[in-house]
């Protein structure tokens, strides 16, 4: 299968988990040998938080908030193509095309963010649907999808399987803002509405998670 794997910042870098980073280069190299061609996003954690607030008491726009952001999501995902070493392409893949190409040759994609305006979760669902990818899954700070915050209310409900069409009602934010944290950003949610690459949500602290949900185990939130 052609797998994209999105691991969130809030997951390896909020803060920096370099054990759950190595168990995440494992898990790549396990699929990697089962024949899947993988492409990893990581996304920039507390250190792009803290590169938008300085951004931010310099008086940045937007635009250049959402820059140091992805600068710092790029550094993590320098780190973890280091670590998956021959398996991967020589270097961070900054554009749709460069990934295209890198999977072509048969390696490890790696990336972190790719321009303003949106997050890595968006990243994600722009590279699954370029390079026609069979599955996307993200690695998020909860176990899958809830019927509402569950960081707000105790009471909400982990939902084991959503349709396209019915993820837009489930989250509260539906506009883009620098520094944005939730299980899927609005623009990721906009461009699977339309691309309907079949996702699945899992906890990103546990990598075997990933495994068993690619693996077609009942885990985290499936959404086709
Ligand atoms: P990330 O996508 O790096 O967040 O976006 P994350 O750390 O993984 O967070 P979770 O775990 O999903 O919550 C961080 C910020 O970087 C900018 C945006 O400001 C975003 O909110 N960014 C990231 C972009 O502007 N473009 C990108 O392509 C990626």
Redesign the pocket.
């Known amino acids: 299968m052609r797998i994209v794997i999105?691991?969130?910042?809030?997951?390896v870098?909020?803060p920096i988990n370099t054990d759950l980073m190595a168990k995440y280069a494992d898990v790549i190299k396990v699929l990697k040998m089962q024949g899947h061609e993988v492409v990893v996003i990581?996304?920039?954690?507390?250190l792009?938080?803290e590169f938008?607030g300085l951004a931010k008491k310099l008086e940045l726009d937007m635009n250049a908030?959402?820059?140091v952001?992805?600068s710092?999501?790029r550094l993590f995902a320098q780190l973890f193509l280091k670590k998956l070493g021959d398996i991967a392409c020589g270097k961070v893949a900054v554009s749709l095309d460069e990934a295209e190409q890198c999977l072509g040759e048969g390696k490890v994609v790696v990336m972190?963010?790719?321009?303003?305006?949106?997050?890595?979760?968006?990243?994600a669902t722009l590279v699954a649907e370029r390079v026609h990818a069979d599955l996307l899954v993200k690695g998020?700070?909860q176990e899958g999808v809830y019927n509402k915050d569950p960081r707000k209310h105790p009471d909400a409900v982990k939902l084991d399987r959503l349709t396209f069409d019915e993820l837009a009602g489930v989250f509260e934010q539906n506009e883009?803002?620098?520094?944005?944290?939730?299980i899927l950003?609005p623009e990721a949610v906009k461009v699977l509405r339309i691309n309907r690459v079949k996702t699945i949500i899992v906890s990103?602290f546990k990598p075997q998670n990933m495994l068993a949900a690619i693996a077609g185990e009942n885990v985290g939130t499936v959404i086709s």
């Open positions: 999105r691991i969130g910042g809030s997951v870098a909020n990581l996304g920039g954690g507390s792009a938080r938008i908030q959402d820059e952001a992805i710092c999501s972190g963010g790719l321009k303003p305006g949106i997050t890595t979760d968006t990243v998020t700070d883009h803002k620098a520094g944005i944290h939730q950003d990103g």
